[in-house]
């Protein structure tokens, strides 16, 4: 098969990049082979030398070179162009008598012929050296780079890097609005501004560019909205009576198209309307339709603006205006301001009757992507609104007929005719177009229909995406009227378009080339080489409108006519046809005409000569062939010119040129042929030598991909179209079949353009780089897989559906008359195959495409060292599509078995069974699987698919014989065997969330094989089907857990609800959703199928409209554990719930501030209701009740403070206060007694006075409206002093007993160490249950990371090792318990974090706000108290070897040796340290204290209130003295005054005596650390500040005394009377009576206790001293 390059000269020394020369067709050319010491790269053609580059980037030329002025006249051979040596050039390219090149930093050098500038360098005639040329913006330094260059005979086209056009030079074919030639310095083409060119090309007097069409992402740039040079608005708007009519067809008076950049839309339609001559019947609306897509679809006339017939008032155009502008011009308006002022007057009118069009057209826009708003944007924009009725009547009065003719089938062949897949009858159709048309000047009456059908286009506003598939009700729908659409209705799915969906292959420009592109010509065009249809030329670019949509990917220019290569491998020609070099003799020349080439030619490179065209193509065998049209070169050296000149004046004789391109016999000898270029008379091409297999199998790689889209085109427009287009396609598939048909169309169309794209770059990558590192398929393997993967899904979904049967129904005559074309195209050899079987195989082919790509990718795998990189590379690419080429086999049989099946078994529940991506898997129609305990008539049948296993039930005799079916999902299925028995019974178990059934195969094997197919169903149904490429060999069983969504169906508490989440053996297990039909929502953790674990639960309440939020715990399927239940009525309950209830310590907040009864209540509940101890606090009534609850009502002992400063503590029942109370008024009145209701007396009692005088008697009424008094009045204080002192009434009786309050939180804390009562457990297991709580509630925590700070976290960490918490207690390890209880503490997340959270915040509940009554100040120093002593049991329950409160730690000894006999002598010998006591206050307080000391600390200021202010009052008088005067009134002996301030104090001053005025000076340091004692918490810090104070005072003395000194009481205590004064502590009763009340009990007779003592001496003394 490989043919290998026979070259005449075997002694070469390159093998690639081999250059050979010839003129001329006949059989006795020989091609010249040009010797190069290195391969060349690229070669450009002039008309009489050449430019080549080699390889390393050097340039050489030869022929004849004028420039040169040393040279003789002779032809020369290749020489180097030494003034390019040290620059890597890319690119060179050659014009007629000149030359040019690219470096790599894209700057340009020209050198040759300049007479007209085309070396863009001013005042040289001709430039003899390649020299450099900047192209420079405007008023920018910076030279602009430039990819590649292309030159004329007298002008150069520069492609800069921006993909933007540059030109110098003189002539129209520069496309420059230039005033005077020669243009010397490089200037840009504004009119191919902002679109992205993909290449350029120089005739010798004309210019062509390869556009992208601009898409989505194309790029865009501002446009221009009026004429350069006759400044009039390009876009105009003319009223008639019944429609307006928006034009772009404005022409500059000199006849030469205006210049226009494309409005910043994504519509194709943004080029001016040049007339093109249809090359097809007038009764479509759009330019010729493209080859291979004969459907003129929403999609192109979209693209081409929307169109409309003429109206009859429309006046015709004068024939001498005619002429010259080819098109009908509607009136301009000069200037914006009429136009505006037109459009004021518009939206006058009706401007309800717009909005249909208004949103319609909105709609359309939305995807617009402009930058700026081009005036005719704006106009568009502001017109929708008050113009859209207008607009819509104008579509319907214009366009119905025209549209009707579009999309209706009637018309659709004739309309198709342009579109036939290169055939004679599409030449016959542009000749008898043609025939009609001179080709100098149009036909009037075609131009002025022309004309006018462009006149309604919005450009701006019908932007369109690149792959969209448009239907006719999306694409026109907003712009016609209900009315219209139901008349159009049947037609609107017919106008399907098959380009690609989606955006599925990326249309990236770094992946593939585009193959969506357009051609623009311009410049001189007598012989037609501008392809417009004329002989006129163009001083600007335009769109050859008749090439867009032909997918082009390379154009070529010769001296007068020009060549563009599609991507299908065919070659469309234009101008020139003299000698024949267009490859056609059809006339006019004037427009792109396909070149004869026999079937089967598919070309992939072409070159334009001067009166010649090479192209080079793929033949029968791998090695490229060569074809040759146009001018015959005689042999004959100098009679050569004369012959010719004879020539052209003569009428061409025969024999002088070809009639259609000729093979060149001798092209098999030049080896492998990469590109092919001709110029001037010359013909060169480029081989390479077939090194160890590499080149042949790069060339059969690329031309398998386009010998492959060839085929893929011909399905796409021989039976893809005609099908979709059949008006009887719905009825006869039905929608659904309809659809899938749609979509296999869309996702086959995805394909051949990935096919296409992927074939222009194989041929690029032959014609530069044939390296496999630019293999596009190796890097983006993945898209290939994707594509594949998909388009063979949505065969097979439409096979299984019957779709390909169906299809045969259809009266089309390739299913009936004419079978051959689907024999021919699906590559079946056998004969009388059934139709549907030709279809299934016809769609089934791409797939045998991949094995191609996998034996390919081997076969270019072999020619590289197995260690390469390369080769890595190739062998994954092969291995991915090898497998995946299994893959698909497997899918199509499944396919094929899935089909079969349903054939066989018709019915109505194979029917309802039957879905596209459902496959057969296993049935058991043979017996082999039936039901355990089936009874004696029933029939059970089990059917495996690849989503479901179905079960059906019948009884024998029915004739119906399955009455019933279920369906089971394989994801929520689970199967194991069943251990074999005696009974020799081959079961199998097959579990599902709600049934269970037990299943008996008929053998062994079927038992095997049974387990196996489900399993292995299951497993692929998990992972996404048909994902495994092991296909069946995949042994592993499916995860026992998984996850899942499933309906319930079966009654209960969760018929009909949705479960989507985690699965373990049939049961809800791990994280999930939980969805009830009426609402209810549960989000968390499953366990066994009940919701167990932290979740959300929402229940919508209907009479409120809202949901029951519950966040929190569960436990078995009910609330367990704590949680807060957010209830719609807006109560919110916090706390414990157990089974579904409230229960345990909890708090229910109700209403808000501002509703009608705000309160929070915390507590305890049991069963749903406030039972035990709870404080209630009524914001509205300004009372807070503290006491014992039962069912919902205050029952038992309790005290309610008012915010008026009442207070009450007794007894209550049935919620009211009953029985025996006390009741205190804010002025110390003082009621004892009996009561029947609130704040009512009732029954006997006694009224103390504040004054001591109190009645005793029996009482009746409310307090504070008049009480009712029988009985005695009594003045104790006239008789007995003493008895005044027993009257005082002793508070706190009648309350609740500190240690009976908030037992449920304690409980809640020992239940969550595992404990069922306080202390009674296993302390190991409550380690456990710690380390536990915390893992899973950070856990918790780490989902919503906001609630975690970075601190929390390091605590988390710390707390996560357990302690040592066994073993004897040192000092070490009490310290060590000490830190981790307050790290515990700082985190809710551990059990004593929470309890010490919880107890804060009741605290702060019962003793904040109304609570902070002076009164409850006992009660709640008793509260803390009895924290501490709670607290520390759980503690010694953790740590169970510390010893009780009040136990000693012992000092550790210095001699370690023997160290318990020194330990029990220091406990002997040195009384003052025997060691550490332990104590709850010392371990516990530095926790509670500063979370609780604000309440309390507030409780002490309002307790000490009086006795505070009259220490205040003293301390300010006392301290207006100086220092001197203070000592010497109180008493300070005059050897402790500070004389002067000595050195080591860092007090303000210098060295001074201590004078009268001095204030502040003495003990400075001791009255600041003094006053820090309102910076601490706890008593023992307070007490540590008294210490330190101590200790300054004496070291200032001792400095002052400069000896050793003991203070004896009488001297220290004026002095620290002193400092005391000095330091002006604000409350410094509260301080004092806070240490009395929680000083640690084993520090009361220390030297803390003799100095605390002392503080307190201090406070009382100053309270009543006296100034005298």
Known sequence: MEAQGKSSEDDDRGERGLLHSWRGYSYSVVPERLLLPRPVLQVALGAQHGVLLVEGGQVYTFGELPWKQTQASQPTKPTLENALSGQRVIAVAAGSFHSGAVTEDGSVHMWGDNVAGQCGLSGLSCVPNPTPVALLEPGGAQSVPVLELACGEKHSLALSAQREVWAWGSGCQLGLNAAAFPVWKPQKVEQLAGRWVLQVACGASHSLALVRCVGPDGIQRPPVDKCNQCNQLLYTMTDKEDHVIISDGHYCPMGVEAKEDPPPTQTLKASPSEPTLPSHSSCTSTPAAPTPDPTPDPEDSQKAGTTTAASDSDPPPSPKAAATTSSAKSSPYPGEKEVKEYLRKLSDASQTEAKMANSGLHALQTPSSGRGQSALNSLVASCASAVGERVASTYEALSLKRMMNFYLPSSRLEALAGGADGGAERVRREESVQAKKSSSTGDIHEEEAEGLRRRLSLPGLLSQGRYAVHLLSSTYGPLLSPRLLRKVGRSRTRAFALTPMGGGVPEDQDVFPTLQTEVWSWGHGEHGELGHGDNLDRLQPLCIKSLNKKEVIRVSAGAHHSIALTAQSQVYSWGS??????????????????????????????????????????????????????????????????????????????????????????????????????????????????????????????????????????????????????????????????????????????????????????????????????????????????????????????????????????????????????????????????????????????????????????????????????????????????????????????????????????????????????????????????????????????????????????????????????????????????????????????????????????????????????????????????????????????????????????????????????????????????????????????????????????????????????????????????????????????????????????????????????????????????????????????????????????????????????????????????????????????????????????????????????????????????????????????????????????????????????????????????????????????????????????????????????????????????????????????????????????????????????????????????????????????????????????????????????????????????????????????????????????????????????????????????????YWECVLRLNKQPDLALLAFLGVQQKFWPVSIPNSLPAPGEKQPVITSTKDACFALAVETLQQISTTFTPSDKLQVIQLTFEEITQEVQSLLKQDFLWSMDDLFPVFLYVVLRARIRNLGSEVSLIEDLMDPCVQHGEHGIMFTTLKACYYQIQHEKIT
């Not at 092919?676 to 010359?682: D, K």
């Not at 100040?1417 to 510390?1442: G, H, M, W």
Request: proline share 4%.
């Open 577 to 1510: 046809n003299l000698s024949g070099q267009l490859g056609h003799m059809d006339t006019p020349s004037t427009v792109p005409r396909l070149a004869k080439l026999s079937e089967g030619i598919r070309v992939w490179d072409a070159s334009a000569g001067e009166r010649h065209t090479l192209l080079l193509a793929d033949g029968d065998c791998i090695q490229p062939i060569i074809y040759y049209s146009g001018q015959q070169v005689k042999e004959a050296g100098g009679e050569e010119e004369e012959q010719e000149e004879v020539e052209e004046e003569e009428d061409e004789r025969p024999g002088g040129y070809t009639q259609q391109p000729v093979l060149l016999p001798f092209c098999m000898n030049l080896g492998f042929v990469s590109s092919v270029v001709a110029g001037g008379r010359r013909c060169v091409a480029l081989s390479d030598r077939n090194v160890m297999g590499f080149i042949s199998s790069l060339h059969e790689l690329a031309s398998a991909e386009r010998k492959f889209y060839c085929k893929l085109c011909d399905i796409k427009s021989q039976v893809l179209r005609p099908l979709l287009e059949l008006e009887s396609l719905s009825s006869a598939l039905g929608p659904a079949a309809t659809e899938l048909l749609q979509t296999l169309a869309g996702r086959f169309s995805l394909l051949s353009h990935l096919t296409g794209q992927h074939a222009a770059s194989l041929t690029a990558n032959l014609r530069r780089g044939r390296d496999v590192s630019s293999l596009a398929m190796l890097e983006h393997a993945s898209i290939f897989l994707d594509v594949y993967n998909d388009y063979c899904s949505t065969v097979g979904n439409f096979f299984v559906m019957g779709g390909f049967h169906a299809l045969t129904k259809l009266p089309l005559d390739i299913f009936g008359k004419s079978p051959e074309l689907l024999q021919r195209l699906s590559e079946c050899s056998e004969e009388n195959t059934a139709t549907s079987d030709l279809l299934v195989a016809l769609f089934y082919l791409p797939t045998q495409h991949l094995h191609e790509y996998d034996r390919l990718l081997l076969k270019l795998a072999t020619c590289f060292e197995v260690s390469s990189g390369d080769y890595q590379k190739l062998q994954d690419s092969c291995s991915k599509f090898e497998a995946l080429t299994l893959q698909l086999k497997r899918k199509r049989k499944e396919a094929e078995y899935t089909f079969h099946f349903w054939k066989s078994f018709p019915g109505k529940m194979t029917d309802s069974l039957r879905k596209p991506h459902r496959r057969l898997i296993y049935e058991s129609s043979n017996k082999s699987l039936t039901v355990q305990n089936a009874g004696r008539f029933s029939v059970n049948w089990f059917i495996l698919f690849n989503d479901s296993l179905v079960h059906a039930q019948g009884v024998a005799p029915c004739k119906n014989l399955f009455s019933t079916h279920h369906i089971f999902a394989l994801a929520t299925l689970w199967v194991e065997p069943t251990p074999e028995d005696d009974s020799g019974l081959h079961g199998l178990k097959v579990v599902t969330p709600e049934e269970t059934l037990t299943l008996l195969a008929s053998s062994s094997a079927e038992k095997t094989k049974w387990l196996r197919a489900i399993n292995q169903a299951v497993d692929q149904a998990l992972s996404g089907a048909g994902q495994d490429a092991g296909g069946l060999a995949s042994k592993s069983d499916p995860p026992i857990s998984r996850t899942a969504s499933y309906t319930f169906y079966k009654d209960g508490r969760l018929k009909d609800a949705t479960y989507e989440g985690r699965w373990l053996a049939g049961k809800p297990h791990g994280r999930g959703i939980l969805k009830w039909p009426d609402g209810r929502i549960y989000t968390g953790s499953f366990k066994s199928g009940l919701e167990d674990g932290f979740g959300e639960f929402a229940c919508p309440n209907k009479a409120l409209k809202k949901d029951d939020l519950y966040q929190g715990y569960w436990k078995e399927g009910k609330m367990h554990g704590l949680g807060t239940y957010r209830y719609a009525s807006g109560e919110v309950y916090d706390g414990s719930f157990q089974d579904g209830m409230r229960q345990g310590h909890g708090m229910l907040r109700s209403g808000k501030h501002n509703t009608s009864s705000p309160s929070v209540f915390i507590g305890q509940w049991i069963q749903d209701k406030k039972t035990g101890y709870g404080v209630f606090d009524d914001i509205t009534k300004g009372e807070k009740y503290m006491g014992m609850w039962q069912d919902h009502q205050r029952q038992g002992t309790g005290v309610v403070v008012t915010q008026f400063g009442l207070y009450y503590e007794g007894a209550f029942k049935d919620n009211k206060m009953m029985g025996t109370g006390i009741l205190l008024s804010e002025d110390d009145t003082t009621y004892e007694g009996e009561f029947s209701d609130d704040w009512t007396l009732s029954g006997k009692g006694v009224l103390t006075m504040p004054n001591g005088d109190y009645l005793e008697g029996s009482f009746s009424g409310e307090w504070g409206s008049g009480l009712k008094v029988t009985g005695s009045y009594f003045k104790p204080n006239l008789f007995d002093a003493e008895k005044d002192r027993n009257r005082a009434v002793k508070l706190g009786r009648l309350s609740v007993r500190a240690e009976e309050k908030w037992q449920a939180v304690f409980e809640e804390c020992w239940s969550q160490l595992g404990c069922q009562a306080p202390g009674q457990g296993e302390h190991l297991k409550a380690w456990e249950n710690i380390a536990v709580a915390l893992t899973s509630r950070k856990q918790q925590i780490q989902d919503s990371p906001e609630i975690l700070s970075r601190s929390r976290s390091k605590t988390l960490e710390g707390l996560e090792v357990i302690p040592q918490h066994e073993g004897p207690i040192t000092i070490e390890r009490y310290h060590s318990i000490r830190l981790y209880l307050l790290k515990a503490c700082d985190t809710p997340l551990h059990p004593l974090g929470w309890l010490v959270e919880t107890l804060v915040a009741v605290y702060r509940m019962t003793y904040v706000g109304v609570g902070a009554n002076r009164r409850l100040l006992p009660q709640a120093v008793n509260e803390i108290k009895s924290y501490l002593c709670r607290i520390f049991q759980i503690v010694r329950f953790l740590f169970t070897d510390l010893p009780e409160e009040g136990g000693l730690i012992p000092e550790p000894s210095e001699n370690l040796p023997d160290e318990n006999q020194d330990t029990s002598a220091d406990t002997r010998t040195e009384s003052p340290k025997p060691g550490r006591v332990v104590s709850s206050s010392a371990l516990l307080l530095p926790v509670l204290l500063p979370r609780l000391y604000p309440p309390l600390f507030t409780l002490y200021a309002l307790e000490k209130e009086k006795e505070d202010d009259m």
